[in-house]
Every structure is written in structure tokens, then in C-alpha cells.
């Protein structure tokens, strides 16, 4: 397999829309459309394919086994291939993991939860974790966010159409530190050619970063899991879950979470690999388990069913059966769809 990091340099603000409607010519909230600090998965995966698309390709794909209209160009133009996302990195090569709220660095970040494995061993609690991360977070990044308000416009007479007031968030990488970037790191059996500076879409308002693509190694599994027992598997980006029913895992009791944690090892087919502890699912970022709309299909032609998503932030404290099961959890990630980009983890 060849190894790439992927840096999307945005030099002015980015729009990545929650999932949901916006629409200016509607009253109600759904005038109202905030932006994520991170772009989706299925954002990023769109990117990179559209640097390979051909229409022929999503004309040549199996209707019936393609669920992402990605899947059909990457698999096609790569080979056997795999993305992970949550990752951003600064000028001076730093990098930096997305935990719902915010990027904490990387060492900062795993060293802050190992010490809450390591000290609270048998008698662990979520709190420890988050405000293990907010202390981590201090040598963390924060985009700047800002609004936008403006009125929609009747097309058919050029002139604004009186109340249609709207609001749209932008997501700026600067903060007091300079500018930041999002990145992700690519594994493809195919080997593409290295670019630096090319423009390409990203996000709504088809806003233009400029892509750049180098061979680089994903940042190797946590020094601090040497020898351990116990270890903590932390989502930076969003998990999908496809088979897992929603009420089940309303998070309200224990036993809710026990089965939210499993779906993900199981939709992961890491449910024999690992024993799950509790607390058995630590939500760092405050951000719901929702059921959210996946949208239209070009290569089904139809809607897709919904899924349920599972934000970064999310802590799976779980205890290895099997030689080689971190290896594979840092590898495989969490969830379904996990080679689009979701689901990524780093374990700790």
C-alpha cells in the first residue's frame, strides 16, 4: 500500500454544513445553518474523488452494493484504498486530532488520558476523561467561527424578497497561534502523484482550498499502550452506524451505552477482539447519538436509508482478547463505512 497525508490549506472561511435542511426561502429554523469545526467524512471523500471523477464511473458501478457514490470513483481510481480523517496540522508540521469541540495535539492529548487510565484503574469515571481533555486542550487550536446574514432574492425579478432573512456560520483555521489546516492521511494500493497548491472544492458554497498530497505515514499507535491492559479508543471523527436500531442506544441507562459501544465493535467486526468496560461509552463533546438523513444516491439513483451517527469525542475503554487487536482497531476503526473516513480512532 502507498501512504499519503493530505493537507487542505483554507485560507479564508469554509462552510461544512450539519446535517439537515437549510433553506433561505423557508421561515423557521431551518434559515439557520451552522457549520461544523470539521468537515464530514463523506465532505472529504467527495474531494478526493472528484480530483479522479469521470462520469462513467458512477455509470459502470453496481447499483446494488454502492451506498456512497464515493466508493465508486475511489475504489476504481485507487484500488483497494483507506482514509483517515479527524486530523489537522499546522504550518510547522504539528499535528492535531478533532474532538468535537476542537483540535488538542497529539501527544498532549494521549499522554492526558493515559494518565486517567493509568491513575483511576478500577474505579474510572467520565468526568476523568473530560476534563482530562480540557486541560489537554490548552495546548489545543480553536477555528474561528462568525455569521453571515443576508436575505433571499426572487430570482424571476432580481430583488429581495421581503422578511426571508437567513443566517450562515463560516469556519475560519486561524486562531491566536496563525493558520492551521485540515488534513488526512490516505492508504492506497494505487500510487498517485504527489501535488502541491491545486485547488479543489471543499465543503458548501463551493469554497476552494488548495490540496496538497505527499507520501507521509499516519502517526503510529500511542507509546503509552506498550504493556497495557486497558485502553482507550477515542473517535475524531463521526462513526456511522447502519444496523444498530436507534432506540436501543438512547444513552438514558447503562445498559443503552453497553449496546452503543458493541454496535460499533460490531459493525467494525471487532466484536470477538475486545471486552468493554465501563464506563462503557465516555461522551466527551456533549454532541447527540442522532439518526440523521445520508442523502441522494447518483449511483442507486434513490434516497438513502438513514444512519445513525456517533460524534468524535466519543471514549471506548476496552481490553484487548488477542495479540494484534490494537493494531487492528487502530487500523480498522469503528462503525461501517470506516475506509470513507468515518469512524477513525486513536487508540491510547
Known amino acids: 500500500m502507498h501512504r499519503y497525508r493530505v493537507l487542505f490549506e483554507a485560507h479564508w472561511p469554509l462552510v461544512f454544513r450539519e ?11 431551518s434559515t439557520a445553518g451552522r457549520s461544523l469545526l470539521y468537515p464530514q467524512p463523506s465532505t472529504i471523500a467527495g474531494a478526493i474523488a472528484s480530483l479522479f471523477y ?4 458512477l455509470d459502470r458501478c453496481d447499483a446494488g452494493g454502492v451506498f456512497w457514490d464515493q466508493e465508486c470513483i475511489l475504489s476504481k481510481s485507487l484500488g483497494d484504498y483507506r482514509i483517515y480523517s479527524g486530523y489537522a496540522v499546522d504550518d510547522k508540521g504539528e499535528v492535531y486530532l478533532y474532538t468535537g469541540t476542537g483540535f488538542i495535539k497529539l501527544d498532549a492529548l494521549r499522554r492526558g488520558i493515559r494518565e486517567v487510565l493509568d491513575k ?3 474505579n474510572l469515571d467520565a468526568r476523568h476523561f473530560i476534563n482530562a481533555i480540557k486541560r489537554a486542550s490548552r495546548c489545543g487550536r480553536s477555528p474561528a467561527l462568525f455569521e453571515r446574514i443576508g436575505i433571499a432574492l426572487d430570482r424571476r425579478v432580481k430583488a429581495a424578497r421581503e422578511g426571508y432573512l437567513y443566517i450562515l456560520q463560516h469556519v475560519d483555521y486561524v486562531d491566536s497561534k496563525g493558520r492551521f489546516h485540515p488534513a488526512i ?16 472544492f471543499l465543503g458548501g458554497e463551493r469554497r476552494i482550498t488548495l490540496y496538497n498530497i505527499h507520501k507521509g505515514e499516519r502517526p ?4 503509552y499502550t506498550r504493556g497495557k491492559d486497558l485502553i482507550a479508543a477515542l473517535l475524531i471523527s463521526p462513526a456511522i452506524l447502519k444496523n444498530t436500531p436507534l432506540e436501543e ?8 451505552a453497553m449496546k452503543l459501544a458493541k454496535g460499533l465493535l460490531s459493525e467494525a467486526g ?22 440523521v438523513n445520508a442523502g441522494w444516491s447518483m449511483a442507486m439513483g434513490m434516497l438513502r436509508e438513514p444512519v445513525i451517527t456517533v460524534p468524535p469525542g466519543t471514549i471506548l475503554l476496552l481490553e484487548p482478547r488477542s495479540r494484534g487487536a490494537i493494531e487492528e482497531l487502530y487500523s480498522r476503526g469503528l462503525g461501517s463505512y470506516t475506509r470513507l473516513g468515518w469512524g477513525t480512532v486513536d487508540v491510547i
Do not use: C
Not at 19 to 29: V, Y
Not at 272 to 289: D, H, M, N
Open 19 to 29: 446535517p439537515g435542511l437549510f433553506d433561505a426561502t423557508i421561515h423557521g429554523p
Open 54 to 57: 469521470k462520469q462513467d464511473l
Open 120 to 122: 483511576y484503574a478500577g
Open 185 to 200: 492521511y490516505l492508504e492506497a494500493e494505487k500510487e498517485i502523484e504527489a501535488a502541491s497548491g491545486k485547488p479543489v
Open 220 to 223: 503510529g499507535i500511542s507509546s
Open 249 to 256: 442506544i438512547n444513552m438514558v441507562t447503562q445498559s443503552s
Open 270 to 291: 471487532l466484536q470477538y477482539k475486545f471486552r468493554i468496560v465501563a464506563p462503557y461509552l465516555v461522551q466527551t463533546s456533549g454532541q447527540p447519538v442522532e439518526a
